[in-house]
């Protein structure tokens, strides 16, 4: 190495300024990763499968791009060199050529790490090896990279963060850079320069409203997750997004609590990353995954996440504001039983501080559509009446009636 490059490669890790690769995720990132369901049982075989699954059921034709490989895919030493090691017996072909064929899909590929000496499986950590990953990231055409953070006592966050952030960008392929750090230390309040996306909780659980004890750590149920950080949202927007983790719709959940999951991730303007075993999803499960106007919701431009507007006996009504003054009404049921709607739009006038949405509709006329139902609900003139069966929500879409 030179001496100019030497220089430029300090200087690179010791400016901790911005350096995310810019004009990435300006809608929250679409895609499916391999943890939830598979751990780190993944292979070559594997991998192309679900890419062909994902053009075939619909899935990338609705905005899914990413596939990314979570914790297992590399052996378990570095090189002579250092250099991260596809496992020869899970990818005999190396990672290129599974980034080819996820290429030639028309999809995008992501992979896996952890700022700590080791991954949160055993395998090679990034810590001390972060330019030298993020070369080998770009030569391997690799476009996501997940970023977690297990074993990295002593390690300051917010510097391991923008270290790799630094290291992707002087490696100079363009990647987008997920920050898998739990919300232990709220990036949220530093993320924006040096990720597209935070994770705000500990892992997920396959289940709508339970806590899983793992002894150690807990992972937690859907409606968990939700409650966790009401007081974020104004962190989240176009190019940094507020992660409530990858999803379980059709992973564990019947139908009606995958549509309430899938619909509060798209409320809630997360990241909608599949991780379920989509080469047997059933019909519904796909509907749910596709569902164009759904997903119009989350990738809508403004980028605002939805807010806590009401919760009643068991019932919560969620609102998210919309391109156009136009808004997202979600009422979601977390009994286990049916419960009745009557909801007078005249005596709720809607403000939000972070969006300055301000509606009051005694004197504002709004159309409104059952997004599920996919049929007109009459406007907002009008009580709105409803029943949201178990575990289960109502979305509604208004617009305004110029």
């Not at 040096?194 to 289940?207: A, F, L, T, V």
């Amino acid at each position: 190495m030179n001496k100019l490059i030497y220089l430029l490669v300090l200087f690179a890790m010791l400016d901790t300024s911005a350096q995310k690769f810019p004009g990435l995720a300006l809608t929250p990132p679409l895609g499916w990763n391999s943890w939830n369901t598979f751990q780190t049982n993944i292979n070559e075989k594997l991998v192309m499968e679900i890419a062909d699954k994902m053009v075939s059921s619909g899935m990338k034709d609705a905005g899914y791009s990413y596939l990314v490989l979570d914790d297992g895919w590399m052996a378990k030493e570095r090189d002579v060199n250092g250099n991260l090691v596809a496992d020869p017996l899970k990818f005999p072909n190396g990672m290129k050529a599974v980034a080819d064929y996820v290429h030639a899909k028309g999809l995008k590929f992501g992979l896996y790490n952890c700022a700590g000496t080791k991954t949160c499986a055993g395998y090679p950590g990034t810590r001390g090896y972060e330019y030298n990953d993020a070369r080998w990231y770009a030569k391997n055409e690799v476009d996501f990279l997940k970023y977690d953070w297990c074993n990295t006592e002593g390690i300051n966050a917010k510097e391991a963060y923008a270290t790799m952030s630094n290291a992707i960008k002087t490696a100079g392929r363009e990647m987008l850079f997920s920050l898998c750090e739990w919300g232990d230390n709220q990036p949220w309040l530093w993320g924006k320069e040096i990720g597209h996306m935070w994770r705000i909780s500990g892992d997920i659980y396959n289940c709508f409203d339970c806590i899983k004890d793992h002894g150690t750590w807990k992972s937690w149920g859907v409606t968990y997750i939700i409650d966790l950080h009401k007081n974020i949202r104004q962190y989240s927007g176009p190019g940094h997004w507020n992660d409530f983790d990858m999803m379980e719709v059709g992973h564990g959940l019947n139908v009606n609590e995958s549509r309430a999951h899938f619909s509060m991730w798209c409320m809630l303007a997360s990241p909608l990353i599949a991780g379920n075993d989509i080469r047997g999803m059933d019909n519904q499960v796909q509907k749910i995954l596709t569902d164009k106007d759904m997903i119009a919701i989350n990738q809508d431009k403004r980028g605002v996440q939805a807010f806590l507007y009401q919760q009643k006996d068991s019932v919560d009504i969620w609102i998210k504001p919309l391109s156009n003054e136009n808004v997202a009404v979600c009422f979601l049921n977390r009994s286990q039983n049916p419960v009745p709607v009557n909801y007078n739009w005249q005596l709720n006038p809607v403000a939000d501080s972070v969006s300055k949405l301000n509606i009051d509709f005694s004197k504002e006329l709004y159309k409104i559509s059952d997004v599920w139902q996919k049929r007109s609900a009459g406007n907002t003139k009008k009580i709105f009446k409803g029943v949201v069966k178990p575990h289960d929500v109502i979305v509604l879409k208004l617009e305004g009636e110029k």
